[in-house]
T-cell receptor
Framework: AQKVTQAQTEISVVEKEDVTLDCVYETRDTTYYLFWYKQPPSGELVFLIRRNSFDEQNEISGRYSWNFQKSTSSFNFTITASQVVDSAVYFCALSGGGTGTASKLTFGTGTRLQVTL | NAGVTQTPKFRILKIGQSMTLQCTQDMNHNYMYWYRQDPGMGLKLIYYSVGAGITDKGEVPNGYNVSRSTTEDFPLRLELAAPSQTSVYFC???????????FGPGTRLTVT
């Protein structure tokens, strides 16, 4: 069985602070994919990033960066210089199996990020 | 492309009523999924389909039925609505060679 744990229920920061959202996962699959989604107050799900289990190279995209470590089964997400528009619920998700298999996502319970002025 | 569309956006049902949540995608994706999101929680998989005529259960299928007669459409049926089915329902789709799912805007359902 797959499991995704987001231990941080809610985080509050002041604008321009850096913030890291934690994600720990469990899976028996040797091939799997990890995702981060953003859910703003409007309710839609916004895809942020996908990582496969063979690619541990960390990535930076603008103010976003991701730290994938298989040794600790973690896939953490950092926002640098946070902005009020970053306020949302962030979900980490896991999908097991290789290409050609159905992507049955297992979601964490989400971390609510509140950025204030 | 419109992507993944869902109708209705909102619905209130009485206990015991039935309804169908519609989902359509125009990206020619083989794989389609239905999830539910309860308040303060992550999404949970209800049913999924890998192609027309093929469906399978996810983590929380009880109380729901699905069908997949075309590549584009994947309706979700609630036969006897119960308060426990109050939730936001998301439909998604993906290509077979990609695990990246494209989500619809969601349907907010309240059963009273």
């Amino acid at each position: 069985a797959q499991k995704v744990t987001q231990a941080q229920t809610e985080i509050s920061v002041v604008e321009k602070e850096d913030v890291t959202l934690d994600c720990v996962y469990e899976t028996r699959d040797t091939t799997y994919y990890l995702f981060w989604y953003k859910q703003p107050p409007s309710g839609e799900l916004v895809f942020l990033i996908r990582r496969n289990s063979f690619d541990e190279q960390n990535e930076i995209s603008g103010r976003y960066s991701w730290n994938f470590q298989k040794s600790t089964s973690s896939f953490n997400f950092t926002i640098t210089a946070s902005q009020v528009v970053d306020s949302a619920v962030y979900f980490c998700a896991l999908s097991g199996g290789g290409t050609g298999t159905a992507s049955k996502l297992t979601f964490g319970t989400g971390t609510r990020l509140q950025v204030t002025l | 492309n419109a992507g993944v569309t869902q109708t209705p956006k909102f619905r209130i049902l009485k206990i015991g009523q039935s309804m169908t949540l519609q989902c359509t995608q125009d990206m020619n994706h083989n794989y389609m999924y239905w999830y539910r999101q309860d308040p303060g929680m992550g999404l949970k998989l209800i049913y999924y389909s890998v192609g027309a005529g093929i469906t399978d259960k996810g983590e929380v299928p009880n109380g729901y039925n699905v069908s997949r007669s075309t590549t584009e459409d994947f309706p979700l049926r609630l036969e006897l609505a119960a308060p426990s089915q109050t939730s936001v329902y998301f439909c998604a789709s993906s290509y077979p060679d990609s695990h990246e799912q494209y989500f619809g805007p969601g349907t907010r359902l309240t059963v009273t």
